[in-house]
């Protein structure tokens, strides 16, 4: 114990009697001895302190010296100083890039810009090190303290701080899938105002903005204008198009005053969820009505966008509560990165209510939505004006102890009118049934569902859809078990069975495997199948709207499969530290590409290949009033075209997705009444069209004032003048760098 | 030197370098901060608790008849105060005694035991595991709210981001224990004081 104690401050130690600081003073080993030394030193005591959690190896873990994070801290910021000249960066840095670049004009870029030398690396890094070295040191203590505390006196006990702050829900835990959880109050925290900015909290998601009012988002891939691998839910109703099963973002109403939590699961999850949840599942949870009462109101405005929100709940009984709101909107057209505007900018109302009754063994809820929104008249193209309601009730009984039933319903009435990309007015009825019981070692979960929707879609002046009217129908069931095999083992299987009016049946199987190591780990690993059913947009689209036509269809398009394997890893470090890791291969058949027949396009199912990756995210908190998250990404994709295609094009139309992404955000609470949060995000480069790599670090500080009065005030990427993270169907946006101000009051 | 200094500034803008240093800054008083606190769940330090008290009660002779016999705590309602405490016990013993962990159901066949932990998923127990005690020698410890009021020996509360205790002296004589002087001198407060 006393080496482990040791080895850190000796590294130092030996690092300032060689006269080693300095990077322009000679030094008789070279640095990166001593960085390989420091990032050994961390690594062992990082698996030292898993073990130790796992309840292996010696019950106390090797603490790394509280001098060592001060020392490394130090030793960077002298190297950090003492950096010879380098041409500066920042004179070819992406932010001053205009217009799309083609991979040679950007390689071009890249060479004439000057390297930093390997030395100048190793001293940023280690500075970059030294911020992973404290919570190290420090979470490791914490590890430490918590196996000693049966060491300490009746009075050191009594001097023990408490926290109960990042133990997540033992169910969370417990569960065999990738599975990150946005709360609220993370939400309120960093001020997102529309759903896609809240879920750029999420480390398993992509999250890319194409202008200043759509967005590309999903998961593990296939990211783009049109993604449609990913399931959207708010308190169950799924918002996705039934026209080219993805979700338009501009079309959400948001209040974040109103979310309990943003539920991100990614990978497939068709079992419980369907045929859209192939490579991931968002649910958008909202507090229920009891928990929003009063009246709040609160406004943002900044550079970009001013939102306003008024709500008001009330109790109708002692068993019925009710809450209403209303939100407007109006935002900047985006800039395009090769100067001028798209001529976008929009506003827009919505209003929506929630009721919940609760009495006996009875819940029931009622949420319903309305909405209203356009743009400015775009050049050539008018504007995009869009409308909708829906309505959702949901009723569960609780039978017994063991048992309940829940039956659900929502109808959702949508129209996007929008020349220059899809215009639809669809109409969705969805009903579902689900049974709950629990009979000894056996959790069974059943139900079924049915679906029914009418789109019609007029020409635009690029797409058409023929025919332009179509009504259908699918319709499910499916049945999970979750098996106690022994304590620590839990088996889940499930199958969903699915009718599209397009494939006709479709299975979706899954087995899932958790083994709990001690009472704070979980092991688990997945093998599942996961189908995209044909939408609309696969089979009925036509381009121009006129024949001779370019793209004709895709009579022949069929569904999309993938089958993936997943293994994942989950550990609570100590009270205050967690971590969870998942490794998965998603292995793709079929997937969409163009075939070139009779001269016109149409979609076939001629490409395959799979994506592999690694999704990692990990919290500690130090003390009460410091949290830091972080998560990682990454993917590698390996998707070609399969025998007797023809597509020109190739993989590249499926999305364009970042090799790397993470992110890190530090949660400060400074005082009773004062927090703030920075947070940085990383996104590597995108490959077709190249998009740079950008890194965006934003910060809020959100003051209360008065009990019921808070203010809060915000920059978005605060460090470049701007950056762009999608390219749209034929332009470029940058997304600029934006302040915002904000206040929200709730009288008691 | 100077050639460092203005090396600096082209490799980084003068915004980028400050937020470097205020980020560094950050991290090394909260560093610094990290060091000086001593954080844990509430169960934790309960379950440390819990040990500590096994040392401070004297239970009658005939409940801890051999030199050898093991301390018995019972767990009810609370898995992971079951974990916690058999973590403790592996290593460490009480009054020069091995401690043994039982997980407990229902209070109605109660087996030998020293002392019984009520956790929250049998709070509503309490009564009967109170009721349980008489003249057994068992000490009833609980993190139900007014757990002394409501009959248990020793019971937590969490006062200003700390865990406390309190001690019923009545509770005790009821059962047939002692708790030593130095346990209710760290205690919080101790009802049913002077009998």
Known sequence: MEDDEDSGLKIFREFRKEGCERLDAPCRRAHSHYSVQIVWHLLSVMVQCVTNSMGYGPRNCARVDADFCAQLFEGAAQLFDSIPAVRPATEHGFGAMRGAMTQAELDSKRTRLEPLSFRSWLALSSLGLAAIACPVAAADAQLAIAQNLADLSLEELREVRVTSVSRRDQSLLDAPTSIYVISGDEIRRIGATTLPEALRLAPNLLVAAIDARQYAISARGFNGNIANKLLVMVDGRTIYSPLFSGTFWDAQDFVASDIDRIEVISGPAGPTWGTNAVNGVINVVTLSAAKTQGASLSGTTGNLESVAVGRYGFTVSDDIAVRAHVRTFSRDASQLSGGGNLGDASRGTSAGMRADWARGRDTVMVNAGLYTGTTDDRPGFGSVDLHGANITGRWSRKLDDASNVELQAYYDDTSRKDNFLLQEDAKIFDVEAKYRQTTGAHQWLAGAGYRWAQDRSEPGLIFAFFPPERTQSWYSAFVQDEITLTAPLTLTLGMRMEHNPYSGWEALPSVRLGYRVGQESLVWGALSRAVRSPSRFDREIFVPTKPPFAIAGGPNFTSEIANVAELGFRTQLAANASLAATAFIQDYDRLRSGQIINGAFQFENRIAGQIRGIEAWGNWQPVKDWRLDAGLLWLDERLHLTAGSNDPTGPSNLGNDPRIQWSLRSTHTLGERLDGTVAVRHVGQLPSPVIPSYTATDATVNWRARPDLRLSAGVRDAFNSGHSEYQGFSTISTIPRSFFVSVSYQPR | ?195
């Open chain 2, 1 to 195: 030197m100077k050639t460092a200094r203005r090396s600096l500034h082209g490799l980084l803008g003068t915004q980028q370098r400050l937020a470097l240093w205020l980020g560094g800054l950050a991290v090394a008083m909260a560093c610094l901060d990290a060091r000086a606190q001593i954080t844990a769940a509430p169960d934790e330090v309960e379950a440390a608790y819990v040990h500590k008290f096994l040392s401070y009660v004297e239970w009658p002779p005939r409940v801890l008849s051999t030199a050898s016999a093991p301390i018995v705590v019972g767990v009810a309602g609370s898995d992971r105060m079951f974990d916690l405490l058999s973590a403790i016990a592996t290593s460490h013993t009480a009054q020069g005694r091995a401690i043994r962990i039982v997980r407990l159901g229902k209070p109605e066949q109660v087996p030998d035991l020293h002392l019984v932990f009520v956790g929250k998923d049998a709070w509503g127990d309490l009564p009967a595991w109170t009721a349980a005690s008489k003249d057994r020698g068992l000490v009833v410890a609980t993190d139900a709210p007014q757990g002394v009021d409501r009959g248990a020996t020793l019971a937590f509360v969490q006062l200003a981001g700390k865990i406390r205790f309190e001690a019923s002296l009545s509770a005790a004589e009821r059962a047939g224990i002692k708790l030593s002087a130095r346990l209710l001198a760290v205690a919080d407060r101790v009802v049913g004081a002077g009998q």
